[in-house]
């Protein structure tokens, strides 16, 4: 069954350092999100992709962050100077087609640590 | 921005049971609610989903029920069996050109054997 794949599986940065987040959606799927959930509350969304472009972003997804889908495979989140609030797990999820009907399928995660 | 809330923070049922998971929001323009379920160390995993047009949606040991008016949805696990001890998340969107999904902050289910 195809899945989103996600690396690396942990990641530890410095404060300040630049770290990037790096997935493979589901082949065939064409729209691509970025969700993180810091410890002990809710998954949020922080950005949408499709068509090489950022469809949807949160208030979370400031000029820090940004996204990139250097090939025909990965889908990359850059964090440019990482804080202590980064630390997170970050997902990324992909899906066939935008609209709501179309279910979005998570990767196992990112844990990242900003010391 | 509390749109899904999961007012219960954990449940234990007994193995054979009933499991049910409850979730209320206040948009009303959402449109399309699902379900994940989450272990440890994973991703959230799709379990089901329900279209604002329907009132309940049935996939196995699993039925989701959607009140409209009260701006409910619940899950039902039935029988409930120990692997289904995980945390779940209610989540909704509302096809306005938007691609997000809202989630709630989940309910720890533990599956007693």
């Known amino acids: 069954e195809p899945e989103v794949t996600q690396t690396p599986s942990h990641q530890v940065t410095q404060m300040g350092q630049e770290v990037i987040l790096r997935c493979v959606p589901i082949?065939?799927?064409?729209?691509f999100y970025w969700y993180r959930q810091i410890l002990g509350q809710k998954v949020e969304f922080l950005v949408s992709f499709y068509n090489n472009e950022i469809s949807e972003k949160s208030e979370i997804f400031d000029d820090q962050f940004s996204v990139e889908r250097p090939d025909g495979s990965n889908f990359t989140l850059k964090i440019r100077s990482t804080k202590l609030e980064d630390s997170a797990m970050y997902f990324c999820a992909s899906s066939l087609g935008g609209s709501s009907y179309n279910e979005q399928f998570f990767g196992p995660g990112t844990r990242l640590t900003v010391l | 921005d509390q749109q899904v809330k999961q007012n219960s923070p954990s449940l234990s049922v007994q193995e054979g049971r009933i499991s049910i998971l409850n979730c209320d929001y206040t948009n009303s323009m959402f449109d399309y609610f699902l379900w994940y379920k989450k272990y440890p160390a994973e991703g959230p995993t799709f379990l089901i989903s329900?279209?604002?047009?329907?009132d309940k949606n049935e996939d196995g040991r699993f039925t989701v029920f959607l009140n409209k008016s009260a701006k409910h949805l619940s899950l039902h696990i039935v029988p409930s069996q120990p692997g289904d001890s995980a945390v779940y998340f209610c989540?909704?969107?509302?096809?306005?050109?938007?691609?997000?999904?809202?989630f709630g902050t989940g309910t720890r289910l533990k599956v007693l054997a």
């Open positions: 989540a909704a969107s509302a096809d306005l050109g938007t691609y997000k999904y809202i």
């Open positions: 329900i279209s604002s047009i329907k």
């Open positions: 082949s065939n799927h064409l729209y």
